[in-house]
């Protein structure tokens, strides 16, 4: 009644890599990693796995991550364990990838010793080939550290062990997505989302206003209160890829409104243009909804 026992990590991990090899994020020798390790009975294996799968698929979906190619690892000429149990393993693992709704590709003696493993391989914005989410079933850890639960027959039995990450190392995944997007980052992961361009300083007061109810509601706002033409302080926002800007003036003062304006390269049908007025409280519910829904 335990299992499945569900563990995630974020250690820090060190390989000694060699110095020519180092570059940039995408390949370091201190890095940190989604791990998870699950434990379940055998028959629990194939549920585990289509969680794993629909949360990919999420996570996929909020980052506008596509293009990405789904393959099973299979058993290396050196490896641990039966022969038999490395055919059942990914035997489950293809069986899982498809009724995932994924063409399954199949790598053949590219798995680790211990384990068969599904790779989700995606490609760039450079047409190269990356490996990201991937998930193993351990062939070797359970037997070897005499892993145990009583079953529902009250005996004891060798539960299944899973390993998971849907990211990998996140500072290559960070420099992957950089590189990919460009730095043009969906709404809810924009570093800076929201602009406030005053056009004089007589409406700074106004702008800090607006900046610090979106502030509250945890929407990351910056005020741009420099003394610089409107203009410039559009491009300027464009150029940092700030996804929403908001001029305000002398009408939105007086209707204590907002108008925002969003990013012409944001890929939107409303992008470039300034959307319909809202009143502060409906600007940052607005935005704060778009969050919440991981909307671009």
């Given at each position: 009644?335990?299992l499945?026992?569900r563990?995630?990590?974020?250690s820090?991990l060190?390989?000694?890599e060699r110095?020519g090899t180092?570059?940039?994020?995408?390949?370091?020798?201190?890095?940190?990693?989604d791990?998870?390790?699950?434990?379940?009975e055998?028959?629990?294996?194939?549920?585990?796995?289509?969680?794993f799968?629909?949360?990919t698929?999420?996570v996929?979906?909020?980052?506008g991550?596509?293009?990405?190619?789904?393959?099973?690892?299979?058993r290396?000429?050196r490896?641990f364990?039966?022969?038999?149990?490395?055919?059942k393993?990914?035997?489950?693992?293809?069986?899982?990838?498809?009724?995932?709704?994924?063409?399954?590709?199949?790598?053949?003696?590219?798995?680790?010793f211990y384990?068969?493993?599904?790779?989700?391989?995606?490609q760039d914005?450079?047409?190269?080939?990356?490996?990201?989410?991937?998930?193993?079933?351990?062939?070797?850890?359970?037997?070897?550290?005499?892993?145990r639960?009583v079953?529902?027959?009250?005996?004891?039995?060798?539960?299944?062990?899973?390993?998971?990450?849907?990211l990998?190392?996140?500072?290559r995944?960070i420099?992957?997505?950089?590189?990919?997007?460009?730095?043009?980052?969906p709404?809810?992961?924009?570093?800076?989302?929201?602009a406030?361009l005053?056009?004089?300083?007589?409406?700074?007061?106004?702008a800090r206003?607006?900046?610090?109810?979106?502030?509250?509601?945890?929407?990351?706002?910056?005020?741009?209160?420099r003394?610089?033409?409107?203009?410039?302080?559009?491009?300027?926002?464009?150029?940092?890829?700030?996804?929403v800007?908001?001029?305000?003036?002398?009408q939105?003062?007086?209707n204590?409104?907002?108008?925002?304006r969003?990013?012409k390269?944001?890929g939107r049908?409303d992008?470039g243009?300034?959307?319909?007025?809202?009143?502060?409280?409906d600007?940052?519910?607005?935005?704060a909804?778009?969050?919440?829904?991981?909307?671009?």
């Amino acid at each position: 009644r335990d299992l499945p026992l569900r563990f995630a990590e974020f250690s820090r991990l060190h390989r000694n890599e060699r110095s020519g090899t180092l570059t940039g994020l995408s390949r370091v020798r201190s890095m940190a990693q989604d791990d998870a390790h699950i434990f379940c009975e055998p028959e629990a294996v194939p549920e585990e796995t289509a969680r794993f799968f629909e949360m990919t698929r999420q996570v996929y979906r909020d980052l506008g991550i596509g293009d990405v190619s789904v393959a099973v690892s299979t058993r290396p000429e050196r490896y641990f364990g039966e022969p038999e149990d490395w055919e059942k393993a990914e035997k489950t693992l293809i069986e899982a990838v498809e009724a995932a709704g994924y063409s399954c590709g199949v790598k053949e003696g590219e798995a680790a010793f211990y384990a068969p493993k599904v790779e989700f391989d995606f490609q760039d914005v450079l047409g190269r080939s990356w490996t990201l989410s991937t998930l193993q079933i351990d062939l070797a850890m359970p037997g070897r550290f005499g892993l145990r639960y009583v079953g529902r027959d009250g005996a004891e039995h060798q539960p299944a062990m899973l390993h998971r990450a849907v990211l990998g190392s996140l500072e290559r995944f960070i420099a992957i997505y950089i590189e990919h997007t460009a730095g043009d980052f969906p709404f809810w992961l924009a570093p800076v989302q929201v602009a406030l361009l005053p056009i004089a300083d007589r409406h700074v007061p106004y702008a800090r206003r607006v900046c610090d109810a979106l502030g509250a509601a945890g929407i990351r706002a910056e005020l741009d209160q420099r003394s610089e033409k409107l203009g410039f302080k559009i491009r300027e926002a464009e150029v940092q890829k700030i996804p929403v800007m908001a001029v305000i003036g002398d009408q939105e003062e007086q209707n204590g409104s907002v108008a925002p304006r969003v990013r012409k390269e944001a890929g939107r049908k409303d992008a470039g243009r300034d959307s319909e007025a809202l009143s502060i409280d409906d600007f940052v519910a607005k935005l704060a909804d778009d969050v919440n829904r991981r909307s671009a």
